[in-house]
T-cell receptor, first 113, second 115 residues
């Protein structure tokens, strides 16, 4: 089946720094990708929809200036958490749509100290 | 707005026992329904999905789910659980299956399997 990768799998950073997370579709092209956030013992919450060649669409309550999304090619979307704070610590997961389903990346664990 | 409820946060079953994970949805029409499994350090894997037709759907790893419109439910079942089934299970819905379809997830049920 289709594979989606994420890099890094785990990152620890200091408060105030920025962190970039990459999401790649390895064997297929994705004009759309989704970014989710999952807090401990909670469900996945959709943050934004990444669109190749155009601006991302953000869900209500998600700060677009804090969570920068760039969909530079048909196989790569990046999420940059700017000026990260401890409350941004979470598990970030991306997905790319396939035939009647979505293919999920393994996730990135972000810890902000 | 559509919503998904998984009433059981944590379930423990013995290996070899049967399993049923509950999922209820709230939506005006019949949504498209999914069950995903998430193992530690791994991405979500699709177990099965329901769009239309036969209300009993078969999935991978011996799982099945039954759509019951009258109860707005889509419960996941397995006749005999294996220790490797221990994981987090998520029910999800979407209102369409287009490439830009958004999934709404339930809060998840953590399955623990005792030997």
């Amino acid at each position: 089946g289709a594979v989606v990768s994420q890099h890094p799998s785990r990152v620890i950073c200091k408060s105030g720094t920025s962190v970039k997370i990459e999401c790649r579709s390895l064997d297929f092209q994705a004009t759309t990708m989704f970014w989710y956030r999952q807090f401990p013992k909670q469900s996945l919450m959709l943050m934004a929809t990444s669109n190749e060649g155009s601006k991302a669409t953000y869900e209500q309550g998600v700060e677009k200036d804090k969570f920068l999304i760039n969909h530079a090619s048909l196989t790569l979307s990046t999420l940059t958490v700017t000026s990260a704070h401890p409350e941004d610590s979470s598990f970030y997961i991306c997905s790319a749509p396939g035939e009647n389903t979505q293919y999920f990346g393994p996730g990135t664990r972000l810890t902000v100290l | 707005a559509q919503s998904v409820t998984q009433p059981d946060i944590h379930i423990t079953v013995s290996e070899g026992a049967s399993l049923e994970l509950r999922c209820n949805y709230s939506y005006g029409a019949t949504p498209y329904l999914f069950w995903y499994v998430q193992s530690p350090g791994q991405g979500l894997q699709l177990l099965l999905k329901y769009f239309s037709g036969d209300t009993l759907v078969q999935g991978i790893k011996g799982f099945e789910a039954e759509f019951k419109r009258s109860q707005s439910s889509f419960n996941l079942r397995k006749p005999s659980v294996h220790w490797s089934d221990a994981a987090e299970y998520f029910c999800a819905v979407t209102i369409n299956t287009g490439t830009a379809s958004k999934l709404t997830f339930g809060t998840g049920t953590r399955l623990q399997v005792t030997l």
